[in-house]
């Protein structure tokens, strides 16, 4: 079992910035790929970034990208998602996940998930 905890999140103007970090814990050497998801208000979720833990290959959404770095500090089993230049359909719930051997913006190929963390962005 791997357990992922989400912290960072908040309310932020449009147009600012946030940083949010995943502390991976558990099994993480079974961990291939971790990514960042989204679930705005009424709406489905989505997936926002995820990279490779082994090589660092990354994968954005069209919705962030240009604004999203995803990165890692694989010695600490953290992982990060600063996305600059928010808009107000940022807006969501980011739930931290965690997959063995694939990688990309698909939630169904995930099997390890945090609780999420709100964010909010007002104009």
């Known amino acids: 079992q791997v357990q992922l905890v989400e912290s960072g999140g908040g309310s932020v103007q449009a147009g600012g910035s946030l940083r949010l970090s995943c502390v991976a814990s558990?099994?993480?050497?079974?961990?291939?790929?971790m990514g960042w998801f989204r679930r705005p208000p009424g709406k489905g979720r989505e997936g926002v970034a995820a990279i490779w833990r082994l090589g660092g290959t990354t994968y954005y959404s069209d919705s962030v990208a240009g604004r999203a770095t995803i990165s890692q500090e694989n010695s600490e089993n953290t992982l990060y998602l600063q996305i600059d230049n928010l808009k107000r359909e940022d807006t969501a719930m980011y739930y931290c996940a965690a997959t063995g051997l694939t990688c990309g913006l698909v939630g169904s190929e995930y099997a390890y998930w945090g609780q999420g963390t709100q964010v909010t962005v007002s104009s």
């Open positions: 558990g099994y993480t050497s079974d961990v291939g790929c």
